[in-house]
């Protein structure tokens, strides 16, 4: 039985019936797997093409030389394809009967990922001027759009069900469309503040901030209250229930303290990279919430890589290593490396694990279902 619930109206009317259009024109040699990493690698090109054009997210002030019309372009086409591909990689696992709890795996596991890259793309449109958002806002933006993600997960490690946030859907078309706009009409167009000293930029912290608070949030709580309710829950206490939460809120403090006791002001010298570092740090710790709560195992309560990190931002704030550029460009390639190798180790190791509870999971990738990149 399917274990995904899909209630967007968005979703449902338009974007299903389209990716089922999609889906019917591929070959069924097409591996779901590959049509997976092929739309997180879209979004991926377009986090590297706009570091190119934009790297200190800068590019669309006034005063400097702003991001050519056509990147703008390629940004939304990329970022429709990567939804899109997202949407039928289910579709096609079923279509060819080949959904696998590897596949879910995998799908999740880069969604997990692909939050950073598309909110650190979407900055650059606002960028950092006057008229746009400070590296900070967009930093504390960013852990809401983390925890908005794995809010769905922990619904699922207590209820065994994925509950598909509303969210998701929405934000994709519209960035998408945005893309597309500011291509048109400019980033100028941003400048102008919409009505007294509401601007743009305003409105889209409210947008994504609203949807958390008032959607997301709200929805999640109610779903596990429900299930508690009913006595369905997988976890009786609520510290079995709460554990997921453990290692992000410690991995949000401790990104936090460096933000805000480092001596260099290193998210004003190099958000880029920093933003990277937390988002890559937080895929790796959703993804051992995702094995558990797939293969119906306890939540381990502590990341070991929050060790090592600990260690780095005491020798960041206290001063001991002078060169917090160089630490923090390090500290992200080594962050990006682990989550790799993790990511090969699980694949190669938990194979048969995950396939043992392949009867549980018939119709387990659920991409298809608009599983997401960033909610």
Known sequence: ACNAVDSNPLSVYVMHPFWNSVVKVMPRWLAPNLITFTGFMFLVFNFLMLSFYDYHFDASAEGY??????????????NFLAYTLDGVDGKQARRTNSSTPLGELFDHGLDSWACVFFVATVYSIFGRGPSGVGVATLYYILWVVLFSFILSHW???NTGILFLPWGYDI???????VYIFTAMVGVETWYEPIWWNFHYRDLFTFMILG????????MSLYNVFKASRNNTLKHSSMYEAFLPFLSPVLLCLLSSVWVIFSPSGILQQQPRVFYLMVGTAFANVTCKLIVCQMSNTRCQPLSWLLVPMATVVLLAV???????????YVWTAIVILTHIHYGVSVVSTHTHTLRSVSGEYTHTHYSGSGEQGGK
């Open 211 to 218: 949807c958390s608070f008032t959607v997301t949030l709200p």
């Open 155 to 157: 619904e699922k490690y």
């Open 171 to 177: 934000s994709q078309v519209t960035i998408s469309i």
């Open 65 to 78: 030389t702003h991001v050519p019309s056509w990147v703008w372009v390629a940004a939304g086409l990329f």
């Open 318 to 328: 206290t001063g001991l290593v002078a060169n917090e550029t160089l630490l923090i």
